[in-house]
């Protein structure tokens, strides 16, 4: 039962990387492909088909967040290794050799920082996205470019800020 919160937030990262890639799906090739009457009639099992998918590429997205290097972070400053410190993974070995209910909570901390993350990341594209539909679909206005510009620069900004935490955090990986 200790991986249910992770699956979870897994399902939650992939809904989020489908709503991005939707909005952008709709943004090139319209909405006229989309069939309503069949989404309708099998409403069900579709919904049981996007849990899997969105499963699949919360896993996915994760990995390939988790995977970047220090340097997207603003201000990365890595943690810097020395020879006379074991790395990561010995000193979550230790941890848990020493103490297993404080790695359990340090590895629930890792978890919310992954989540945090990938989220914001997420609505970096999802802003990105959504600029682009209303672009294709409604035509240019100013008003709106300004606000939605505002948003993705917004929460680009937050994904480079809050990657930075989170590399501090991950450092026990």
Do not use: C
Request: hydrophobic residues 55%; charged residues 15%; aromatic residues 14%.
């Amino acid at each position: 039962m200790k991986e249910v919160p992770v699956i979870v937030e897994l399902v939650i990262i992939g809904f989020e990387v489908l709503a991005w890639m939707l909005m952008l799906l709709i943004s090139i090739f319209g909405y006229a492909w989309i069939h309503f009457d069949f989404v309708a009639q099998w409403a069900t099992q579709l919904s049981f088909g996007l849990l899997g998918l969105a499963y699949m590429f919360g896993v996915i997205f994760d990995k390939a967040i988790s995977s970047l290097p220090f340097g997207w972070i603003v201000g990365h400053g890595a943690v810097a290794e020395t020879a006379d410190r074991p790395g990561p993974v010995m000193r979550r070995i230790e941890v848990l050799a020493k103490n297993p209910e404080m790695y359990q909570v340090i590895q629930n901390h890792i978890n919310q920082h992954k989540l945090v993350r990938a989220t914001v990341f997420n609505f970096a594209l999802i802003s990105l996205s959504a600029l682009l539909l209303l672009f294709t679909r409604t035509g240019f206005n100013p008003r709106l470019f300004l606000v939605l510009l505002f948003l993705s620069a917004f929460f680009v900004g937050l994904t480079l800020f809050t990657g930075r935490q989170s590399a501090r955090t991950l450092t026990l990986e």
